[in-house]
């Protein structure tokens, strides 16, 4: 994953940033496999989850808290999205809050096919194989005490 482009995705990857997603960059620093982006929503028992692969394969999906969660294979979601790097953070960011009248509840396990996705590549969607995770560095939100 070289390089960002259009500009528009470096902005959105700093939104989530300055929104407290933690971050996990998996493969060698210059040129990792997976960038994962996750929060979560405690009060409501969801997490929001992002896994950018390249400009045209990110997957993000709002997962579903359950003992032995994993935001690399997430086993139950209650919305899901796959595209290009900006159309699928922007869906991510625009989603609404959990709790609200308007927000997907209904959990649901997620397709793992990638028929019609962009930028197939290797993996299903919204699963980390465990050799794509071999190197991990990892980044906390900002604590807030």
């Known amino acids: 994953m070289r390089g960002l482009?259009?500009?528009?995705?470096?902005?959105?990857?700093?939104?989530?940033v300055r929104h407290d997603f933690a971050r996990h960059v998996?493969?060698?620093?210059?040129?990792?496999?997976v960038v994962v982006l996750f929060r979560q929503w405690n009060e409501h028992g969801?997490?929001?989850?992002?896994?950018?692969?390249?400009?045209v394969r990110t997957?993000?999906?709002?997962?579903?808290d359950a003992p032995g969660r994993n935001v690399y294979r997430p086993g139950l979601v209650?919305?899901?999205?796959?595209?290009?790097?900006?159309?699928?953070?922007?869906?991510?960011?625009?989603?609404?809050?959990?709790?609200?009248?308007?927000?997907?509840?209904?959990?649901y396990e997620p397709p793992r096919d990638l028929h019609g996705a962009p930028g197939k590549g290797t993996?299903?969607?919204?699963?980390?194989?465990?050799?794509?995770a071999e190197t991990v560095r990892i980044r906390l939100?900002?604590?807030k005490f």
Request: avoid cysteine; hydrophobic fraction near 45%; glycine fraction near 8%.
């Open 123 to 132: 993996g299903a969607a919204l699963w980390i194989a465990p050799e794509e």
């Open 5 to 16: 482009e259009p500009a528009e995705a470096e902005e959105l990857l700093l939104w989530f």
């Open 59 to 64: 997957e993000v999906a709002r997962t579903v």
């Open 78 to 107: 209650v919305w899901h999205y796959w595209g290009g790097i900006v159309d699928a953070l922007t869906a991510l960011k625009d989603l609404p809050q959990p709790g609200g009248p308007d927000t997907p509840a209904r959990p």
């Open 26 to 33: 998996l493969g060698p620093l210059s040129a990792p496999h």
């Open 141 to 143: 939100p900002r604590l």
């Open 46 to 55: 969801f997490t929001d989850v992002a896994h950018v692969r390249s400009q």
